[in-house]
């Protein structure tokens, strides 16, 4: 979006240039990664990243508040409630769609908020190998305040692993090997010297739980968690030693109990210019009569499972009473074909990546490119110059 490093990207951009890239990507851990990589990363302007901190401090500071803590209860199903939950998570990430405003001006909306892991070590290695490949100015940056790849990485590093040995740390997950994330699993193992294990590899023996490093048999003090507590719910084949329910001896990071609190329950908590109207559905006492630009979204699902895009009134009419409250409906958001690219503009919905120790830091980000409907792959069939991506800012 600064037009100037758009116009010299693409001017310098070569197919062979892409693949090369790619294949280096994909040779790092001699692995072929099971997502597609976008042509291009996104340049975000000075005007524009002041209405993204902005956005990002209100919703920092909402997320600290006493008000937010009372709120986020209702959001956590008692059933699934995990023990020793921390004062805050560990982790979050919030994920914009680039808009504009009616002034035409570029402006961040809010589209979902997570408690939870992401790409925190792949983004890294794009970065890394973005620079390689292509001509990323030296005044520009992925990283946020002050960091650099080096200090980034420690403060992941510090987050995830602390002062404990970094083999008594797992990243826990399904059967790790077949997520479509794998590629960040490795780098976390390379990176910070945690290693991906599948949740059937752990044993318990009393509140103690253990792995098999190599044939030793190791302690586990802290889980990196990668579970997706709807993924697990459905693998009734996957059997398994514990249960999250239970006093274990861990500490997880982040807890999973935030994976519930800080997520779509929390948008109707948010109110500001960077919210679209989202209300809890058993609220909506008026159905709007333009249904077609809102949306439906569950509660208790992940990576869009369940979300109807064109709404009508007997989609929400099916819906029993009792489960009414299990739904938000929100205000359709408009995302901005912004970045041009050889066709046609592709629209760019940007996920930044804050710790949080004692209070909640941005450090990185990560990019979707779409020139679909909706930004997921089978939206995005057939298209190039879409995919996965990042964004950088100039100093």
Same mark, same amino acid.
């Given at each position: ?29 001699d692995?072929?990664?099971?997502? @597609?990589?976008?042509?291009t ?30 709120? $986020? ?10 023990p020793?939950?921390?004062e805050?998570? $560990?982790?979050?990430? *919030? ?7 009616e002034n035409?001006?570029?402006i961040?909306?809010?589209i979902?908020?997570? !408690? ?6 792949y ?8 620079r390689?490949?292509?001509d ?10 002050g960091?650099?790849?080096? $200090?980034y ?5 510090? %987050? ?27 780098c ?7 290693r ?7 044993? @318990? ?9 190599? !044939?030793?048999? %190791? ?9 997706i ?5 459905? @693998?009734?084949d ?10 274990l ?6 807890h999973p109990?935030?994976?519930?609190k ?9 109110k500001?210019k960077?919210?679209p109207?989202?209300?809890?559905l ?9 249904l ?12 869009g499972?369940?979300? *109807? ?7 929400l ?9 299990d739904? *938000?409906?929100q ?6 074909p ?5 066709d ?16 909640p830091?941005l450090?990185?980000?990560?990019v ?11 939206f995005?069939?057939n ?5 996965? $991506?990042i ?5």
């Amino acid at each position: 979006m600064i037009k100037s490093l758009r116009e010299k990207y693409i001017s310098e951009f070569t197919e062979s240039k892409y693949e090369e890239f790619v294949k280096d990507m994909n040779s790092e851990f001699d692995y072929k990664i099971d997502f @597609r990589i976008a042509e291009t990363p996104i340049f975000l302007p000075k005007k524009l990243m002041n209405e993204i901190n902005n956005a990002a401090e209100d919703f920092t500071t909402a997320l600290q508040s006493k008000e937010f803590r009372e709120f $986020s209860k209702g959001g956590l199903p008692k059933q699934l409630e995990v023990p020793n939950e921390d004062e805050h998570t $560990s982790l979050l990430a *919030i994920d914009f769609a680039i808009c504009k405003d009616e002034n035409g001006e570029f402006i961040p909306q809010l589209i979902e908020l997570q !408690g939870f892991a992401s790409l925190y070590c792949y983004q890294e290695l794009l970065n890394i190998k973005m620079r390689k490949h292509f001509d990323i100015g030296e005044n520009l940056n992925t990283h946020f305040n002050g960091l650099n790849p080096n $200090s980034y990485m420690k403060i992941v590093k510090d %987050t995830i692993v602390g002062d404990t040995d970094p083999e008594n740390v797992i990243l826990l997950d399904i059967e790790p090997e077949k997520q479509k994330t794998y590629i960040d699993f490795l780098c976390t193992e390379k990176y910070i010297g945690v290693r991906p294990v599948c949740i059937t590899k752990v044993k @318990r023996e009393g509140k103690k739980l253990f792995y098999d490093n190599n !044939g030793k048999k %190791t302690p586990i003090e802290k889980i990196y968690n990668r579970v997706i507590y709807d993924e697990l719910a459905k @693998r009734s084949d996957i059997k398994y030693d514990f249960r999250f329910s239970e006093e274990l001896d861990v500490k997880w990071v982040a807890h999973p109990n935030w994976f519930f609190k800080i997520s779509k329950y929390s948008i109707p908590f948010l109110k500001n210019k960077y919210v679209p109207k989202t209300d809890f559905l058993n609220d909506v006492k008026d159905i709007p009569e333009d249904l077609e630009n809102y949306v439906l979204k569950p509660l208790y699902s992940f990576a869009g499972a369940g979300v *109807i895009f064109d709404l009508k009134k007997e989609d929400l009419d099916a819906i029993p009473e009792d489960k009414r409250k299990d739904y *938000i409906l929100q205000k359709k958001v408009n995302y901005e074909p912004s970045i041009v690219t050889p066709d046609i503009p592709a629209k760019a919905e940007l996920r930044l990546l804050f710790v949080w120790n004692d209070k909640p830091q941005l450090i990185h980000n990560l990019v979707r490119l779409s020139k679909g409907k909706m930004m997921g792959v089978d939206f995005n069939k057939n298209q190039t110059w879409v995919g996965s $991506s990042i964004a950088y800012h100039e100093e």
